[in-house]
């Protein structure tokens, strides 16, 4: 408890640190097209993610293509601010990028990003990109401006399965567990639809609440499962696929106004090219830490029948009806419209 306290007023100190910052670059008006810079761009999960490299492909492009003049400076694992206080920082100008989860966008005003936190909306990874990439994607990203961000894009992660110290098989399965979850209403209520009780925790807490018995179980895609080290203290991966996983990446509108217009391009055109890699690898990344996981002796790993699958879908259809209740019809309509079309 002392180390969380030093650590949450250092984060407050940073904050206001960087307000002011922020404050003293914005008098200053427009950057001159040859001023150095540095971009600070923080993110909660690990270097060896497909967000973890795809901000590292962001960071090589940005460098070569200003020979130098921009420097991108990563901060992994929720180093500088976690899932609770990034959005706050980036708005205050204590970082320029960030790459949150679509589950955070639901509690900054943004309640339509939600709809990815559905279960068993997305058959695949090609479905989800038919709305990232599509009309739809592309009107969420623009109103992100009512809150002075500029969406610089959408980024894969894969689909999360179910992990616990017991295989969750079926709905009886879930029945008393603790599950960690995102600060996303959809996936609190995906949880109780299955019996079990969801527990809101940052992600950089994630393991560490698993371990001493806060949580029983979680969900998460294998590369995060993986590289949290979260095998080491969960028995039990059940392969559920029933949730997508995916970022935005953002900054404010402070900071992209204050670019002139040929950094914008430089850095909007490779990020376009990070986040292309990123999705490439999201599979390959996935399935890597699933064959590692496969020669860890200490955790259990439990394909899902299909007709496993089919109950686990009908028993939190409810919560496809309570979105649509929230945030309208349309939203969802939409969305089900641009994933019926034939690619």
Known sequence: MPDQIA????????????????LAAGSKGLRAGSDPFTIRFSHVVAEDTP???????FQALVQERSGGRITVTIYPEAQLYGDHDEVQALQLGAVEILAPSLSKFGRIGFPEFELFDLPYLFPDVASVRRITQGVLGQRMLARLERQRLVGLGFMDNGFKHMSANRPLLQVADFAGQRMRVQASRVIAAQMRALGAQPVTLAFSETRRALEVGVVDGTENPISNFWTQDMHEVQTDLSLTEH???GYAVVTSQRFWLALTASDRSLVRGAMGEALAFGNQIADTQNEKALIALRTFPGTRIHPLALAQKERLRAAVQSVHAGLSQRIGADWLDEARAALARVP
């Open 7 to 22: 650590q949450a007023l250092s984060r407050r100190r940073a904050l206001r640190a960087g307000a002011a910052l922020a």
């Open 51 to 57: 967000k973890g490299l795809a901000a590292r492909r």
């Open 243 to 245: 949730g997508y996983l």
